[in-house]
């Protein structure tokens, strides 16, 4: 007698490190290199500086656009690229929102909410994978990365001194709104995630 599906897919072996190494996984993991050469531009207040540091997280960007593309199209999505995406993009991100912090281009207090949300998330996707469960990226997690990379080229890009600030200030609004709402959706859906499989 064969067993039920679920059963069947439950003993599947996870895959071996050679598949988990893949070019969306590779893509996901440069975005983790390019962080600290976004840092180093933004070290020094200059538009040359500025500019390359905006067209290195525009690389940045693609990269995040590309590797689930790629996941997805060709079948790779594995256990290793759900939980190092949003890793990835949390490295990158709350780097450069600390160092416009540093150089007063934002309040200190935006970092710190950026932050504490993305270590609160990453602690709940910890244990969820150390329960054998995965918490894939949601529609508002996805949102919210977005709009915090609208944010920061909307720092990076304006001028200091220049300009009212208006722009600059409504997109690192919604980003920090995004940011606190997606963190508590992740919270609210806690139970359906840590959920046992059918048939476990």
Known sequence: MSLPDNTRREEAPGPSPGEN?????????????????????????S???????????GVAAATDFM???LARRQGKETR?????DPLADKICISSVFVMLARRGRLAGWV????????ALITLFRVYAG????SVPASMWGKLKTNSQLLALLAVIME????????????????AVALTLYSGLDYILKSRRYLAPAEGG
């Not at 290793?80 to 190092?84: I, S």
């Open 80 to 84: 290793l690229g759900q939980f190092l």
């Open 159 to 174: 001028e200091e001194g220049k300009g009212s600030g208006t722009l600059r200030h409504a997109a690192v609004a919604a």
């Open 21 to 45: 190494w893949n070019l969306p996984n590779a893509l996901t993991f440069s975005r983790i290199l390019i962080s600290p050469l976004i840092v180093a531009l933004l070290l020094k207040e």
């Open 47 to 57: 538009r040359r500086r500025n500019r390359l540091a905006a067209a290195a997280l």
């Open 111 to 118: 970092p710190g909410v950026i932050i504490g949300r993305e």
């Open 67 to 69: 590797d689930g593309f």
């Open 130 to 133: 150390v329960r054998g469960r």
